[in-house]
């Protein structure tokens, strides 16, 4: 047991999963959780990767050694200000937010003095959402990572310790690198996701009918991060637009020399760069990064 008592602020897939996790391996003394919806309280209740699961977050998080924030990065200020009374001297707040800098910037002056705060983001999801998504082996061999602020060593310590107990790899690093590194594998991948579902309902020659009858593997693998929960990306792209903006404006580059290439019927210039990227892909593939492999079955409870 790593936590005598650990509270889960925002009962989704990854609070979840973080409490299926810390069960199956006895890493929390005691789970308790907090949602702002009374239906996903009862849902949690229901499904049991809490202990109690209380009306408030206040009462979650009394007496608990860690506090996970497991909300939209919009939310995390105005929840981090409403706990700050009722957090015990040296517990540890961490969040799971994809965005680290506002994460920080929101949550950080609330945090009060004698308490730790290490941000935290797990390289893990599914499309699905809600409490009932959940499942203990999410976070087996992806990568956590925590963000070294200045974090005391013991604290820090902990948290990994935390982690690495529920299957995941750790690594540090600073808030800056974290939020360019995600808007290169995952945030701007998502914004090009949903725009592809925009630009199919969009195209009048094809009907909405045949979209769907027609999805095979290309278009509903590629599009399927796109059923995600969008509110919590609202807040990823708000509060991590400089990154995004940046890496989306590379991949336009990108595209108007693939467009170049289709145009001139420059197919040199297509095979190397479709080898190229190739080659990429079978690197995520050899180190255990793609979740649609036969090796990460999952069962999502309905």
């Not at 789970?31 to 408030?56: L, N, P, W």
């Not at 939209?72 to 707040?93: D, N, Q, S, W």
């Not at 939020?179 to 579902?197: E, G, K, R």
């Not at 693998?221 to 990823?236: H, Y």
């Amino acid at each position: 047991m790593i936590y005598e008592r650990v509270a889960l602020l925002g009962l989704g897939l990854i609070a979840s999963s973080m409490g299926h996790a810390m069960k199956a391996a006895g890493l929390a003394g005691e789970i308790t959780g907090y949602a702002r919806s009374a239906a996903t309280r009862d849902a949690a209740r229901e499904v049991g990767f809490c202990d109690h699961v209380f009306d408030t977050a206040a009462e979650a998080v009394a007496g608990a050694d860690l506090v996970v924030l497991a909300v939209p990065v919009g939310a995390m200020g105005e929840l981090a200000a409403a706990i700050a009374p009722h957090l015990k001297p040296g517990a540890t707040v961490t969040d799971v937010g994809s965005v680290k800098a506002a994460v920080i910037e929101a949550v950080g002056p609330h945090i009060p003095e004698g308490v730790h705060f290490i941000p935290g983001h797990p390289l893990a999801g599914t499309e699905h959402s809600g409490p009932r998504s959940g499942f203990a082996t999410l976070f087996t061999n992806r990568w956590c990572l925590l963000i070294d602020d200045h974090a005391d060593p013991e604290p820090m310590a902990h948290l990994r310790a935390l982690w690495e107990g529920m299957g995941a790899n750790v690594d540090v690093m600073d808030a800056a690198h974290h939020d360019v590194v995600l808007a290169v594998v995952s945030h701007t991948p998502h914004l090009i996701a949903y725009t592809m579902v925009g630009v199919a309902e969009h195209v009048r020659r094809v009907s909405d009918s045949e979209i769907i009858k027609y999805s095979a593997s290309g278009f509903r693998d590629f599009t399927r991060i796109a059923a995600s929960d969008p509110t919590m990306w609202r807040d990823i792209f708000l509060t991590n637009k400089e990154a995004v903006l940046d890496i989306l404006g590379r991949f336009s580059e990108e595209l108007f020399a693939l467009q170049r290439a289709i145009r001139t019927e420059d197919g040199e210039h297509l095979h190397e760069y479709f080898t190229r990227t190739r080659a990429i892909r079978r690197s995520i593939i050899d180190a255990g990064q793609d979740t649609s492999a036969p090796d990460f079955g999952r069962a999502v409870a309905k």
